[in-house]
């Protein structure tokens, strides 16, 4: 490839925004040529329309970037957007029909039918439901999603069990990072010395959304996994790293030797094509009786490997485990450029 | 009642003998008259033994007291335990055998099949197990105990609906309180910022503990309950109250006003009898749709009231909620001098 | 007395304002009648209107209550208030116009020559400033003020030491808890495992109002104390009581011991009229060598104390010590409170 | 350079020693060759002894190392020690005894007249003292240290201030991140929400090590700084990173933008002889009002860079500013290792 891709970023100036910016900075395929977000930025240098918070600096480019208007004129032709629900709504869709690849990380549009809900490792082969969307006809646009941040760490431990042993049940209990909420998001006043057992429409997320990322592509629609499924979730003074206890029952029995070489072998597409940002292991399993925990394991694999450990039987389903995934990396922006990689590996960016 | 009733404290100078001494400091029935604690503090004035953690300050007449050595001879006939389980393992029997009534908060005895393990409020009736010991029989002393900090929470919100509906199926995941592990503890390069997804023993405690509380007494023994449970237990930066996602099957269907209706009007023996650390409400659910939150709901009931909130339906079992109880207080030293109150309500102190 | 005088809160929504509503909830002499904030509250009921922020619940009458406008009309005629410098600078003289005593917790008007800059156990000769304000001759109304939260701690520290040894020179350097920030405030995401080393115009408040409120009543105005002044003002990780290290030099020479009985002997007017929040004693000094900490200490004199701890010779000027202090009650509501009891104590409220 | 200089750790199962062997796992001169601990560890392979509280994991090597016994024999001729002072006070000695270069990041011998107490930026000709030591005569074995971990950050950002404009006066306020503690170091129950306003000996380290790391050689010892210094310690929840506020007066006048230039334009003996572990800037000053923060700007330079910044006017002294440095890198484990890549550039690992 002799240049890169130009890409925007719809959103820019958000927790998730920051990431994308973050993590694009040395990506060997796309450039950042375009960053939009609410009015109040419009026309402003980025540095100066941003609240960075970030430990890595705003690469010196795009800090004088002027930030444009949230329209797809002049907008490069793939977007990433990391909008709230409600203006994502209304915006993916208006670029789609721009001509524009939006790869969103919003729940706006993630259970319309015709929107695949990717996780590059899990369910490649959803990718196939753009050629389904009337953008995808009209104008050449489309919107494919990444799940919302807890789900997808559950969905990386399970998919390898899924495949190979069945699921029958799946209950999960979420301890939520801060930096899932945004910023400012959860005021101090409100999570220092607390829990906070309750994230709005958080549970509802990841039940409908683990279903379809495990569902089967039929045509032009996904049929979800059939397993039942239940979530609590809450919010704990962590900054960065989202912890769910996980307790399951497999369709078929397995031992314990034979789950943890199925998380710990597991490789897919991202790996096969050797696609930028794919972890060389999605999912690594670590036999300290204590881990995974936020403060030492999150980074794994540059944030995008998730972690499982303490597995072991559960007195009601089968087993228990606990899983914890990079929730801004693996849970947001790392997902939606996998997510890009993907789109440019099967032709889609073209 | 002329006089107060001498008391002696095993492991005073823990976070829990130390709460111990905070509560009994206007006592109506019960007056500190002994305090023992390791080698290391014998015979100095408590207030030098101690590294005193708590908000209020040490009663004065307290903090002159000379810790004794940790036998029974020259101890009072009434012994609140606070111990480590090995120790206790080796000192609770040598206070029973010496005639004592040993009211212990340390699991080592909890489980043995002619030591009551008791709720007031859940299983006062299980105190008949006392006359079982050989130590009763043979000095007049005796041992009972108090469940787990993490399990104590959880059977209050259990019983009224275990009594009302029947219970086949419990799951439960904590986030406990760093005080649930004493003092120094959890060491704050080990919780700042981070979840710990393991706490020794605890999983099993809970698992067990919840069947003995809730079964019923045939003679010499208690049968378990006959759910099917499964506990998971993570530790978070709180400094005191345990919360717990839980998620429950009944026998008999339930809406969910009868629930609310059996938590709010849960009342026990201890209330009846009006004993001086019950409190009026066993149970309080909560209507706001994030609470109960350790920060603000922990004190209910001056610590002694489980807080219950978020009753919704579970895609698994039939029924999810949240419990909040305070560990060091209805979950450790609260819950052992409502046992003794129970104990002299019942006779047992004469 | 037999009835108690209405007062109104505004800014009543805010965290301080619901301070007010905590503190005055059994107050022997003021009772809440009125209640306002801002447009979007107006014409609510107050529990709908308010995010309430503290453990205790909101008084019933008060959850019932119609938020009013933020009007002179209606309003009675002592009030308390609670608002944002901008906001307070237009409304506070709206409402002194129109009649009412204003005692404001606003940064606004504190520096204002003719209105009292007010700590009761220190310069509460200041009220007469009262008797200059134009509102008071025009329609009997007035402002009254209380200073920064973090300058109050440090003058309730100084001014037994400026009074008996004179200072020469002050230096400090703060601590800050989260709560004076208000709420939400500081975002989580800002301040976990962090330091804030900036809060915005806080060390000019501290510099001038603590040489205000030690300075000399002077027929119409304030002459400043003399002494030279710094502060450096952080913010940490605490939820309530801002901790503040100190360096002074003294005009006279002064043992410890001394400085310490000036401390811990210091009585004033309010403890003199038996004012009823004020504590019976207002300064502490703590002997402990690790003391005072926010955790330990901060409700000493339910919150209306100064604990002063740690006092040793320093390199550079004369005596370093901690001070701690109640940020949203000594520092805020509490302080306003007892500014409004001197005003009754005083006959400014008839 | 053919073959890496084999080194020994004292100390390799603390906080500290974890650190130098992440330090050392790469470093182009030295390579870890020996591990000693207390009895506890002896014998044991490394991974079985330490309590690893890194975020990066063991290096495989040396996870199979057995821990030796701490004494010379047998250990090689470089020894980074990282001890508790009173262990050090014995042990480092008998190092130096038996022919060993000590590289030490205890407190033990820093103030002894003729052992170097060094950071390369700043003081690098003290190093000389180590001919004046009896050890080096006799066996050829010398100690040099490095400063406390508070001492680093301030006299880094004084250094350049001092040589330009000479120092009159400096005060020091810190607020020091639990890891400076070592581990478990600070109990979680005494700094979650907290601050604790003492750290043993700290103040009196941060005075007397100041002024001999900007004193003068003279001979066989060194002439400390004459300037006045006071220091106050604090403990805050922070898990990296010390934040101190410091006020200053200057012997010249100095405007800001020459301070601001004087710290950004420092380069000293590590820069130009290009140490491994040198910064290419030792000291940044950051232009953001509310910077340094240790959440952003810990790991600068790779955590070798202390950050300076909020220069203003002090109304006091001259000067005031806040300066964080990364306490167990800067502060301990990087300044050793800075340290012995400066022996070696002198000619003294021989």
Redesign the interface.
């Known amino acids: 490839m002799d240049r890169k891709i130009p890409i925007g970023i719809l959103g820019a100036t958000g ?1 998730v925004g920051q990431r994308f910016i973050q993590m694009l900075e040395h990506h060997p395929w796309f450039e950042v040529a375009w960053l939009a977000a609410s009015d109040r930025s419009e026309g402003k240098p980025y540095a100066e329309a941003v609240r960075w ?1 970030l ?1 890595t600096a705003i690469p010196a480019r795009l800090a004088a970037m002027q930030v444009s208007p949230a329209t797809p004129d002049g907008a490069p032709k793939i977007i990433f957007a990391a909008l709230d629900a409600s203006i994502a709504a209304e915006l993916e869709p208006r670029f789609a029909d721009g001509g524009c690849a939006v790869v969103s990380n919003s729940s706006a549009l993630r259970m319309q039918p015709d929107v695949p809900l990717l996780i590059p490792e899990v369910n490649a082969g959803h990718i196939h439901l753009i050629d389904r969307q009337s953008w995808r006809k009209k104008s050449g646009g489309y919107v494919v999603t990444n799940p919302n941040c807890s789900a997808i760490g559950l969905v990386l431990a399970l998919a390898p069990l899924y495949q190979r042993f069945g699921l029958e ?3 999960a ?1 979420t ?1 939520q990072a ?2 899932g909420a945004g ?16 994230i709005r429409n958080e549970e509802e997320k990841m ?1 409908e959304e683990t279903r379809k990322l495990l569902g089967q592509l039929n045509g032009s629609k996904v049929i979800p996994a059939a397993f ?5 979730c ?1 919010r ?4 960065d790293g989202h ?1 769910e ?1 996980v ?1 399951i029952r497999l369709k078929t029995k397995a031992k314990p030797e034979e789950m943890i070489a199925a998380w710990n072998s597991y490789r897919a597409e991202p790996q096969e094509l050797r696609l930028p940002s794919a972890p060389k292991q999605p999912i690594l399993y670590v036999e300290a ?8 394991d999150v ?1 794994t694999g540059s944030g995008m490997t998730a972690v499982v ?2 597995l072991r039987p ?4 089968d087993w ?1 485990f ?1 899983v914890l995934s990079y929730n801004t990396i693996r849970g947001a922006a790392g997902a939606a450029v996998l997510n890009a990689e993907l789109l440019k590996a099967k032709g889609y960016l073209e």
Chains 1, 2, 3, 4 share one sequence.
């Open positions: 927790v918070r430990k049940t799946v209950m209990v301890m801060v930096s910023y400012p998001g959860v005021a101090s006043l409100d999570i220092l010395g607390n829990v906070i057992p309750f039940e039942a499924m239940s979530a609590q809450n704990v003074a962590v900054e912890t206890s307790s009786n204590d881990r995974p925990q936020p403060r030492f980074d450990g303490r559960c007195g009601v389903l228990k606990t």
